[in-house]
Nanobody, 120 residues
Framework: QVQLVESGGGLVQAGGSLRLSCAAS????????MGWYRQAPGKQRELVAA???????NYADSVKGRFTISRDNAKKTVYLQMNSLKPEDTAVYYC??????????????WGQGTQVTVSS
Protein backbone atom coordinates (compact mmCIF):
# COMPACT_ATOMS: atom_id res chain seq x y z
CA GLN A 1 0.00 0.00 0.00
CA VAL A 2 1.24 3.46 -0.92
CA GLN A 3 0.39 6.56 1.06
CA LEU A 4 0.75 10.01 -0.49
CA VAL A 5 0.89 13.27 1.45
CA GLU A 6 0.85 16.61 -0.34
CA SER A 7 2.15 19.90 0.99
CA GLY A 8 3.01 23.37 -0.25
CA GLY A 9 -0.35 24.74 -1.25
CA GLY A 10 -1.53 28.18 -0.26
CA LEU A 11 -2.60 31.62 -1.39
CA VAL A 12 -0.49 33.49 -3.91
CA GLN A 13 -0.96 36.51 -6.15
CA ALA A 14 -1.19 36.14 -9.90
CA GLY A 15 2.28 35.91 -11.39
CA GLY A 16 3.69 34.30 -8.28
CA SER A 17 5.13 30.85 -7.67
CA LEU A 18 4.49 27.86 -5.46
CA ARG A 19 6.13 24.47 -5.13
CA LEU A 20 4.03 21.48 -4.22
CA SER A 21 5.54 18.37 -2.71
CA CYS A 22 4.15 14.86 -2.48
CA ALA A 23 5.87 12.47 -0.11
CA ALA A 24 5.25 8.78 -0.61
CA SER A 25 5.54 6.01 1.92
CA UNK A 26 5.08 2.29 1.52
CA UNK A 27 5.54 0.53 -1.79
CA UNK A 28 8.47 0.89 -4.16
CA UNK A 29 8.73 4.55 -5.13
CA UNK A 30 11.18 4.09 -7.99
CA UNK A 31 8.63 1.87 -9.75
CA UNK A 32 5.80 4.36 -9.43
CA UNK A 33 4.61 6.70 -12.10
CA MET A 34 3.63 9.92 -10.34
CA GLY A 35 1.34 12.73 -11.27
CA TRP A 36 -0.48 15.86 -10.23
CA TYR A 37 -4.15 16.39 -10.91
CA ARG A 38 -6.36 19.31 -9.98
CA GLN A 39 -10.03 19.94 -9.50
CA ALA A 40 -11.63 23.37 -9.46
CA PRO A 41 -15.13 23.94 -8.05
CA GLY A 42 -17.77 22.70 -10.48
CA LYS A 43 -15.21 21.17 -12.81
CA GLN A 44 -13.89 17.69 -13.45
CA ARG A 45 -10.55 16.57 -12.14
CA GLU A 46 -7.87 17.06 -14.78
CA LEU A 47 -4.27 16.09 -15.34
CA VAL A 48 -1.71 18.80 -14.63
CA ALA A 49 1.55 16.90 -15.04
CA ALA A 50 2.91 13.38 -14.77
CA UNK A 51 6.29 11.70 -14.66
CA UNK A 52 7.24 8.08 -15.24
CA UNK A 53 9.64 6.07 -13.16
CA UNK A 54 12.22 6.72 -15.88
CA UNK A 55 11.72 10.47 -15.83
CA UNK A 56 9.58 11.05 -18.92
CA UNK A 57 7.08 13.83 -18.41
CA ASN A 58 3.69 14.90 -19.70
CA TYR A 59 1.95 18.23 -19.17
CA ALA A 60 -1.46 19.71 -19.75
CA ASP A 61 -1.33 22.32 -22.50
CA SER A 62 -2.56 24.96 -20.06
CA VAL A 63 0.54 24.65 -17.86
CA LYS A 64 3.29 23.95 -20.39
CA GLY A 65 6.16 26.37 -19.95
CA ARG A 66 4.95 27.42 -16.49
CA PHE A 67 4.92 24.22 -14.41
CA THR A 68 7.66 21.64 -13.95
CA ILE A 69 7.27 18.19 -12.45
CA SER A 70 10.26 16.39 -10.98
CA ARG A 71 11.01 13.51 -8.68
CA ASP A 72 13.64 12.60 -6.11
CA ASN A 73 13.70 8.84 -5.69
CA ALA A 74 16.04 9.02 -2.70
CA LYS A 75 13.52 11.21 -0.85
CA LYS A 76 10.51 9.36 -2.29
CA THR A 77 9.06 12.71 -3.24
CA VAL A 78 7.59 14.28 -6.35
CA TYR A 79 7.46 18.03 -6.85
CA LEU A 80 5.43 20.45 -8.90
CA GLN A 81 7.08 23.82 -9.41
CA MET A 82 4.42 26.30 -10.46
CA ASN A 83 5.50 29.65 -11.90
CA SER A 84 3.57 32.52 -13.46
CA LEU A 85 0.45 31.41 -11.67
CA LYS A 86 -2.92 32.54 -12.96
CA PRO A 87 -6.30 32.78 -11.20
CA GLU A 88 -7.50 29.89 -13.37
CA ASP A 89 -4.90 27.67 -11.69
CA THR A 90 -6.95 27.87 -8.49
CA ALA A 91 -7.97 24.34 -7.52
CA VAL A 92 -7.36 21.50 -5.13
CA TYR A 93 -4.23 19.73 -6.33
CA TYR A 94 -3.95 15.99 -5.85
CA CYS A 95 -0.94 13.73 -6.03
CA UNK A 96 -1.52 10.43 -7.81
CA UNK A 97 0.54 7.28 -8.33
CA UNK A 98 0.40 4.04 -10.23
CA UNK A 99 2.89 1.25 -10.70
CA UNK A 100 4.83 1.11 -13.97
CA UNK A 101 2.81 3.77 -15.83
CA UNK A 102 1.78 7.39 -15.67
CA UNK A 103 -1.24 7.68 -13.39
CA UNK A 104 -4.53 8.39 -15.08
CA UNK A 105 -7.79 9.56 -13.55
CA UNK A 106 -8.13 5.96 -12.42
CA UNK A 107 -4.80 6.01 -10.62
CA UNK A 108 -4.28 3.45 -7.95
CA UNK A 109 -3.20 5.80 -5.19
CA TRP A 110 -4.27 9.34 -4.29
CA GLY A 111 -3.28 11.94 -1.75
CA GLN A 112 -5.73 14.01 0.24
CA GLY A 113 -5.21 17.15 -1.81
CA THR A 114 -3.82 20.61 -1.15
CA GLN A 115 -5.55 23.88 -1.95
CA VAL A 116 -3.93 26.37 -4.30
CA THR A 117 -5.58 29.77 -4.57
CA VAL A 118 -4.33 32.42 -6.98
CA SER A 119 -5.68 35.90 -6.46
CA SER A 120 -5.95 38.43 -9.28
Amino acid sequence: QVQLVESGGGLVQAGGSLRLSCAASGGTFRSLGMGWYRQAPGKQRELVAAITSGGSTNYADSVKGRFTISRDNAKKTVYLQMNSLKPEDTAVYYCAAAYFRMPTNQATYWGQGTQVTVSS
